[in-house]
């Protein structure tokens, strides 16, 4: 079954064509990759996902509610959650970071708290609760920036470069995690440069070049598509 459908969005800053036309389905339970030369258009259509910018044009549409003029705290209510390519954890401990966003969920503190317990213990970071983010690894900062995410009961999960900056050992013991938190019934649309990380974990990849959906297919089928390598490679791409 279809969870998010997106329909001819378009989002232009200036005469910069950012989106353009981009229409995808995503099913309940896939996870799928995002992936495209630098300046490709990834995070600005998460951020036309998320609601943080408004479309130019088209619809988006989650478990069949429209949410294309849905401010992004009541897209977040419907069930999209995201991360960001820069973590910036508020000057808290590591569990009151994760109980702010449980906070627009569960209006009780003390089930607000139990709830960030639950993720936080999910993620791996529960005997980092008292401690503040800033005297932590930049992969434990990521952790964290996941689990405000989780903590607000997301369908869809948005993530942006959740592994870029972190060695590969760091990589190794995050990468698993994208896989665990969609076996809880969460779908994923996940952002990466990691060529080889997306690749194990996605089971369908979207391919966006100069604001454009150019390919999308399984991994083995994108990495073998003519225009995907050129567009990786800084050339002229040809309609797929």
Request: proline share 4%.
């Amino acid at each position: 079954m279809t969870l998010l459908q997106v329909t001819d969005i378009s989002k232009r800053f200036g005469g910069v064509k950012a989106v353009e036309k981009m229409q995808f389905d995503i099913g309940k339970g896939e996870i799928v990759g995002l992936i495209g030369p630098n300046g490709a258009g990834k995070t600005t259509l998460l951020n036309l996902i998320s609601g943080l910018y408004s479309c130019d044009f088209g619809h988006i549409y989650l478990d069949g509610l429209e949410i294309t003029n849905m401010a992004p705290h009541k897209r977040s209510l419907v069930g999209i959650g995201r991360t960001f390519q820069v973590v910036q954890p508020f000057e808290m401990t590591v569990l009151e970071n994760v109980m702010v966003p449980a906070l627009a969920r569960e209006r009780n503190p003390h089930k607000a708290r139990t709830m960030a317990l639950e993720v936080l213990e999910f993620m791996k970071l529960e005997k980092y609760c008292n401690l503040e983010p800033e005297n932590l690894t930049l992969a434990m900062k990521k952790r964290i920036e996941v689990a405000r995410a989780l903590v607000t009961r997301p369908k869809l999960l948005l993530l942006d470069e959740v592994l870029a900056g972190l060695n590969p050992t760091e990589i190794s013991e995050n990468l698993p995690l994208i896989t665990q938190v969609r076996d809880t019934g969460i779908t994923i649309l996940y952002i990466e440069h990691i060529m080889d990380a997306i690749m194990k974990v996605s089971e369908r990849i979207l391919v966006m070049n100069e604001g454009e959906l150019i390919a999308t297919g399984t991994p083995e089928e994108v990495i073998q598509t003519e225009c995907v390598i050129k567009a990786y490679l800084g050339e002229e791409v040809l309609e797929c």
